[in-house]
């Protein structure tokens, strides 16, 4: 019994696992495509095309 319920808990583990790992890529994605976004509008429009829109 004590075998089935750890293969359980690493199944269970495992998939939370490559879930929040999916979640993380979905999330990488969409602040990649924001910040290139900002970069490009910024770029254009501010100063001439000098403009950062970081503030480092």
Request: hydrophobic residues 70%.
């Amino acid at each position: 019994m004590i075998p089935l319920l750890l293969v359980l808990l690493l199944a269970i583990v495992l998939f939370g696992v490559g879930f929040a790992v999916k979640a993380l890529w979905w999330i990488a994605l969409v602040v990649l495509v924001l910040w290139l976004l900002g970069f490009l509008v910024r770029g254009t429009t501010a100063g001439g095309g000098r403009g950062r829109w970081y503030r480092w």
